[in-house]
Nanobody, 115 residues
């Protein structure tokens, strides 16, 4: 059973940057999957960005060009680098991974963009 632990998050000013980390108990390989979702108050959880074990990435339209999803060389950590943050990016961010058929959600980390 894979497990994940998130880190990062907090308060940032509009226009600022922040990196979220998701450490998994296993390493990703071909056929595996990693993603970041977010949920703002009163809204449904939405996909922010994802990648597969081959490194192909996908982004939601409202973050494309500002956010970058990546992994470390060992492919045990999934990062979300967020630049040019806007108040509309305020949400609880969750990582989600599927490694060798086992899936797991992170506990969520709050990101607040405010002046």
């Amino acid at each position: 059973q894979v497990q994940v632990a998130e880190s990062g998050g907090g308060l940032v000013h509009p226009g600022g940057s922040m990196t979220l980390s998701c450490s998994a108990s296993g390493s990703m390989s071909r056929g595996d999957y990693g993603a970041w979702y977010r949920q703002a108050p009163g809204k449904q959880r939405e996909l922010v960005a994802d990648l597969n074990g081959n490194g192909f990435t996908n982004y939601a339209g409202n973050v494309k060009g500002r956010f970058t999803i990546s992994t470390d060389n060992a492919k045990t950590t999934v990062y979300l680098r967020m630049n040019s943050l806007e108040p509309e990016d305020t949400a609880v961010y969750y990582c989600y991974v599927i490694i060798r058929g086992s899936q797991a959600w992170g506990q969520g980390t709050q990101v607040t963009v405010s002046s």
